[in-house]
């Protein structure tokens, strides 16, 4: 049993790629299996890292800008003298910044200017101290561009600024301090606050600069991080506040306000029993259990600042080797399709290496039609099989220019006698080139025509020299003889071997009949004569005209196309007349580049 070369390469390629699939799975399932837990806990940590991260984005955005505050007091921005310009940088800070809520500014005498973020704008409070120590607290309502909406006086509002947490902790510790989350006094949201001390180029107090940053979207974002189907991420600080659980009746959940039975807090005393808690420095994971159920969890303290916070999580054991076991079956999946687009790729190279193979074997076998317009074969990337091509190519273009030019040698015989040479069979094949072309025949069948259009004389090799080279008018029996060439043409070429010798006898026998059906040797008539002998007619008469001979001298350009236009219908073709009508310059042209 003989195989094609490509149905070889293809079996070959698809059993090397079921043996490697084979192998793939095997080596994935046993692979999985036995990292599951050292993958939960590189999961487990990854998001503790981006749960860590999106905290600090927080703070740190924040420390920037309490930074930049700070050293904006030299530049007097950073007073209550410049309220316009003091509101309006708090104003910019939160528009930049959307996890501020609120700036605000306490000077050392009482006084204290707010900007925080309401539903439709901005709340502006604004608390004065008089020379008489007499307290005026304003606030205003302004819209999203700061415009104005209304303003009123709040005679009872006790709020001092500096006997808050966070005024007391900057002016203690004489820089930027945290304050732990605690419910904010004007919107009632849980956030934390970063507070400056603000000195004067003596050292002296001036005031503290605060800004707010509200938790509820961190919060937000912490609670929605996704572990298995009962996993959850929280965050907690060193007072055990829980951050990422929302508030309850105006107060942040604790550890200890949790129920016994909440996993969470089980996690947390699993914590508590393995190792002192103050001591953790890097991620701590361990193992518990509740209703004969066994939980992951992890533990990974950071600091920002003086904060010290504590991002955990859990996750049901049987959740997480459950995820690794789907994602070992889209492992095995994904292999399979590989597989199938590794064969759909070999099969695309088994064609890629046979292909050009298959090429060179039809056109060996057109060649030997002599069949040899044909295009070169496409280089190949594969070194063995472009020196194959080359070669074929090679050989292919020397066989017919061999070929041609056996071809005009002997065409150029028949004309040898007549003094017109191969200029005229040259002729001939551009002048029919450019009318098949106007015409509108395809490049193949233009290619053929050329060629074989040298063989239209062929049969003067079979006429006596005594008629053939007459300098005048031949009489009745000349005239006999002459029109035997055409006959004798197609016996030289009977039983041809190539398209070029089947459409050069054509042209041979048929290339004197005319439209009307007075030609000869035949007497055909309009569309019984071949396409090919139409041409090569009118051509080879406006060659003649051109042309001087034995017994004329040769014609002008002019005459000889009027001569031609008078045979429109009779003589030739009205289709091919008006081809050559069209393309006359070209053909005179040719006439005058081939004299």
């Not at 600090?56 to 950073?78: G, P």
């Not at 039975?261 to 996690?267: D, E, F, G, T, V």
């Not at 999580?313 to 687009?341: A, Q, R, S, T």
Request: hydrophobic share 40%; with cysteine; glycine share 4%.
């Amino acid at each position: 049993m003989k195989l094609s070369l490509k149905t070889l390469l293809i079996i070959s390629f698809s059993f090397v790629i079921v043996i490697s699939m084979s192998i793939i799975s095997m080596m994935s399932y046993y692979s999985t299996k036995a990292n599951m837990s050292e993958q939960s806990y590189k999961i487990m940590q990854n998001i503790s890292d981006f749960a860590v991260d999106k905290s600090k984005t927080y703070m740190n955005v924040a420390t920037d800008a309490s930074n930049l505050t700070r050293n904006l007091e030299n530049k007097d921005v950073i007073s209550m003298n410049n309220e316009k310009k003091l509101v309006n940088y708090f104003y910019e800070q939160m528009a930049i910044n959307q996890y501020f809520s609120g700036l605000y500014y306490a000077s050392t005498d009482g006084n204290f200017l707010m900007l925080i973020k309401d539903n439709n704008g901005y709340l502006k409070k604004k608390i004065s101290i008089n020379g008489d120590g007499k307290r005026v607290v304003t606030l205003s309502h302004n819209d999203k561009n700061m415009n104005l909406e209304n303003e009123e006086i709040l005679p009872n509002d006790k709020y001092e600024p500096r006997l808050r947490a966070w005024y007391i902790n900057a002016v203690q510790h004489q820089r930027s301090s945290w304050t732990e989350p605690y419910i904010f006094y004007t919107t009632k949201k849980t956030g934390i606050t970063i507070s400056t001390p603000i000195y004067n180029n003596k050292n002296v107090l001036l005031g503290v600069i605060g800004i707010d940053i509200e938790t509820e979207s961190l919060s937000t974002f912490i609670n929605n991080l996704k572990l298995g189907d009962n996993g959850k991420v929280f965050l907690i600080n060193k007072s055990l506040k829980i951050l990422s659980l929302p508030i309850e009746k105006n107060k942040i959940i604790t550890m200890d306000s949790l129920k016994e039975n909440s996993i969470i807090k089980l996690a947390y005393n699993e914590l508590k029993k393995q190792i002192d808690v103050k001591s953790i420095r890097n991620e701590f994971f361990l193992t518990f259990k509740k209703d004969d159920n066994t939980y992951q969890a992890m533990f990974m303290p950071f600091k920002i600042g003086e904060l010290q916070w504590t991002v955990g999580m859990y996750v049901l054991e049987d959740d997480f080797l459950g995820i690794l076991k789907n994602n070992n079956i889209f492992n095995i999946l994904f292999i399979i399709i590989i597989g199938f687009v590794s064969l759909f790729i070999s099969i695309k190279i088994s064609n890629y290496i046979s292909n050009p193979i298959l090429k060179l074997r039809d056109m060996t076998k057109k060649i030997e039609l002599l069949n040899l317009n044909q295009s070169d074969v496409h280089p190949n990337p594969i070194k063995e099989i472009n020196e194959l091509i080359s070669s074929f190519n090679n050989m292919k273009i020397n066989l017919k220019e061999s070929y041609l030019d056996t071809l005009y040698r002997l065409a150029v015989a028949s004309e040898y006698k007549d003094n017109d040479t191969a200029e005229h069979i040259n002729r001939i094949g551009l002048y029919a080139e450019t009318i098949a072309r106007r015409v509108g025949l395809p490049e193949d069948e233009i290619y053929i025509l050329k060629h074989a259009s040298a063989m239209h004389d062929i049969g003067k090799l079979g006429i006596p020299d005594r008629v053939l080279l007459k300098p005048g008018k031949l009489n009745e029996q000349e005239r006999k003889i002459i029109e035997t060439h055409p006959a004798i043409g197609a016996a030289i070429l009977k039983n041809p071997t190539s398209n070029i010798m089947q459409m050069g006898r054509d042209i041979s026998l048929y290339h004197h009949e005319k439209w009307d059906g007075t030609g000869y040797p035949k007497g055909l008539k309009g569309e019984e004569i071949p396409l090919f002998a139409r041409i090569v007619s009118i051509v080879d008469v406006f060659d003649a005209l051109m042309s001087k001979r034995c017994y004329k001298e040769a014609f002008d350009e002019n005459k000889s196309k009027k001569i031609i236009e008078e045979g429109k219908g009779t003589f030739f073709e009205p289709k091919i007349v008006d081809a050559f009508e069209e393309c006359f310059e070209e053909l005179v042209k040719i006439s005058k580049e081939n004299p």
